[in-house]
């Protein structure tokens, strides 16, 4: 009698163990990404005392947290709960600074092209997931954000070097100043398409044209011996960007991707051009980021040297695919077993740390590996989450849902807008700091491909 109360006092004290998944069942689904997330919110600061609201802890940098709340925003539209809708909905407003176009003050330390292009895009969900509007006063719509984001990011469009693009860092200071790189003009290139697609206004994809136009004439979006398109993560503008770092990031490849398939689905009288070109890149997606039909990160997994962001890519990647099989249907039966193998081994992944749920990194062992961390969570919750894209509808526009009231000069007379003139006061001894920060940033990205060469 005792040794069986015992028993089951132990089994009702244990924790969940892994994660169920049915991956026709969208209950079971959300399920999933509801355990999920609740590792996500072991990470989160903001509802912690001292915590900064829309932050994550430490070592999480202020791009990841604008990642994460991209894929949470995703699972509520996608899943239909409320439950973390407010924990979004400040966090944005947290995080989008004095002047709505995501460039705190506080963040200039670290903050580039790429980590601003990404909270862009996390605001442009909002408009086309008719997330709540704002309602106080003074604070503009999400569309005006997204827009406010794209108006300072393009004004930073640098001709002078490289033939155009923006340059990695926005501050002089930082280093990494001198580098062009993929991801920071994919978001430009992207969130130019999603605001042509959502407002109409063509302006907006002539300028997604241009960034695109840009990207493959530098070299950093490549076609190789397969007709696959290879994208390369960036270049010094010392030599005028031709000696480019041939790394293969999965986010690199997911935002051209999503950018090519906005552009698509947009072009509706004539989508011949934008269908070859999205063709080259779910080309590429599925040559360079799966094996055995499941996605890994190419570059550093097996050898075991992903850093704390790149641990995060494969959540955005996701959420990319995930975006153009909703966008441009005909790809679904390319990428939905892909992610559909990918799911059942992320989740599979999912059996670690004391909860028995922790997520790990490696999707192909059907075991946790060992990892764990936000990336790992937020790219369990976005792989596993893909399988609801073909059960919700494609991202709204302003004709068919979306609400989201817009503003095409927002952010234009922002104190921020023209940092490269503008006379910020920063002490000499933060521009030093800055500079570590960056340059070990800039060491582990170099130091990836000389890596991958010995
Ligand atoms: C909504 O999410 C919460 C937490 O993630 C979960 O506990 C709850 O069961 C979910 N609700 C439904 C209806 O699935
Ligand atoms: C940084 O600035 C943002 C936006 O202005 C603000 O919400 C946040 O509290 C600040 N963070 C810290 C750590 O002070
Ligand atoms: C620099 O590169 C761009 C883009 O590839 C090219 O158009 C331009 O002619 C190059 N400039 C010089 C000085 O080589
Ligand atoms: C498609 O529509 C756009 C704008 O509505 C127009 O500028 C373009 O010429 C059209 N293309 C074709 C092939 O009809
Ligand atoms: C654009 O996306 C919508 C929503 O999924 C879809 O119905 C439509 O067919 C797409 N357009 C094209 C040209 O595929
Ligand atoms: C979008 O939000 C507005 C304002 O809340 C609402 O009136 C409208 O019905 C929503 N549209 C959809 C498709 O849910
Ligand atoms: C389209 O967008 C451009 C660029 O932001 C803006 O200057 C123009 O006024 C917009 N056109 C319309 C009709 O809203
Ligand atoms: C921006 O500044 C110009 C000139 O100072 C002014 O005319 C315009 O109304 C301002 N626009 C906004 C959106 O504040």
């Excluded at 300028?207 to 290879?230: Q, S």
Aim: glycine residues 10%; negative net charge; aromatic residues 12%.
């Amino acid at each position: 009698m005792l040794a069986q109360s015992f028993a089951l006092c132990a089994l009702l004290l244990q924790p969940i163990l892994g994660i169920d998944l049915d991956t026709s069942d969208s209950s079971s689904i959300c399920d999933a990404t509801s355990l999920i997330q609740g590792g996500i919110m072991d990470y989160y600061a903001g509802t912690r005392i001292g915590g900064t609201v829309g932050m994550f802890q430490q070592p999480y940098y202020w791009w990841e947290a604008g990642e994460v709340f991209g894929g949470m925003l995703e699972n509520w539209f996608l899943c239909q709960n409320d439950t973390y809708h407010d924990i979004i909905y400040d966090a944005m407003i947290h995080q989008a600074g004095p002047d709505y176009d995501f460039m705190p003050s506080n963040q200039s330390m670290v903050e580039g092209n790429d980590d601003q292009g990404v909270w862009g895009l996390t605001v442009m969900s909002a408009a086309e997931r008719n997330f709540t509007n704002p309602t106080e006063d003074g604070v503009p719509g999400w569309l005006a954000m997204a827009q406010g984001v794209f108006n300072t990011m393009w004004m930073r469009w640098d001709s002078e070097h490289c033939g155009g693009g923006v340059r990695w860092q926005i501050f002089t200071w930082n280093s990494g100043y001198n580098y062009k790189n993929t991801v920071s003009n994919a978001c430009m290139f992207q969130l130019a398409a999603r605001l042509g697609r959502y407002t109409g206004n063509d302006t907006y994809l002539t300028k997604a044209e241009t960034v695109w136009d840009w990207l493959v004439d530098v070299g950093f979006v490549v076609l190789n011996e397969n007709g696959n398109a290879n994208v390369y993560d960036g270049a010094n503008i010392d030599d005028n960007c031709t000696d480019i770092v041939k790394n293969e990031w999965s986010y690199n490849q997911g935002i051209v991707l999503g950018g090519a398939a906005y552009m698509y689905n947009a072009t509706q009288n004539d989508t011949s051009v934008w269908k070859s070109r999205l063709d080259q890149i779910v080309g590429g997606s599925t040559e360079f980021f799966f094996k055995d039909k499941v996605m890994y990160e190419s570059t550093c997994q097996d050898s075991k040297t992903c850093n704390q962001d790149q641990r995060s890519f494969k959540s955005i990647f996701s959420r990319m695919l995930s975006l153009t099989r909703s966008l441009a249907p005909y790809t679904a039966e390319t990428i939905d077993p892909l992610m559909e193998a990918s799911a059942e081994g992320a989740a599979k992944s999912c059996t670690g740390g004391t909860d028995g749920h922790t997520c790990g990194l490696n999707w192909q062992l059907g075991y946790h590996d060992g990892y764990y961390g936000l990336g790992e969570q937020a790219c369990a919750l976005e792989g596993i989450q893909s399988l609801m894209y073909s059960k919700r509808p494609a991202p709204y526009t302003s004709d068919n849902g979306g609400s989201s009231v817009g503003d095409t000069e927002a952010a234009l007379n922002s104190t921020s807008t023209n940092v490269l003139q503008s006379d910020i006061k920063i002490t000499h001894k933060d521009k030093v700091g800055a500079s570590i920060i960056t340059a070990v940033i800039l060491a582990v990205l170099v130091g990836g491909s000389i890596w991958m060469i010995f």
